[in-house]
Nanobody, 115 residues
Framework: QVQLVESGGGLVQAGGSLRLACAAS????????MGWYRQAPGKQRELVAV???????NYADSVKGRFAISRDSAKNTMYLQMNSLKPEDTDVYYC?????????WGQGTQVTVSS
């Protein structure tokens, strides 16, 4: 069983920045994909950004040019740098890992952007 622990969420004014981190209890070197999702109350969870085994990166159109996903395999940690934040980015952000042992989710971290 792999545990994912997110950190870095909080309250920020519009135009500000936050950096989320997702620390994994297992190696992320051999993952199939790892990414960030977000979900607002009453809405479906949506993909924000994903990085694959071959380092292919994809972003949701709504965050392109503002968010950047990265990973540090030595630290078993994935990051999401969020710049130029907007009120509509307010959500709970979840870390996801797809590995040969299964699919795993973190507990989520709240990001709130005030106008």
């Amino acid at each position: 069983q792999v545990q994912l622990v997110e950190s870095g969420g909080g309250l920020v004014q519009a135009g500000g920045s936050l950096r989320l981190a997702c620390a994994a209890s297992a190696s992320i070197f051999d993952i199939n994909a790892m990414g960030w999702y977000r979900q607002a109350p009453g809405k479906q969870r949506e993909l924000v950004a994903v990085i694959t085994r071959r380092a292919t990166i994809n972003y949701a159109d709504s965050v392109k040019g503002r968010f950047a996903i990265s990973r540090d395999s030595a630290k078993n940690t994935m990051y999401l740098q969020m710049n130029s934040l907007k009120p509509e980015d307010t959500d709970v952000y979840y870390c996801n890992m797809q590995r040969w042992t299964g699919e795993y989710w973190g507990q989520g971290t709240q990001v709130t952007v005030s106008s």
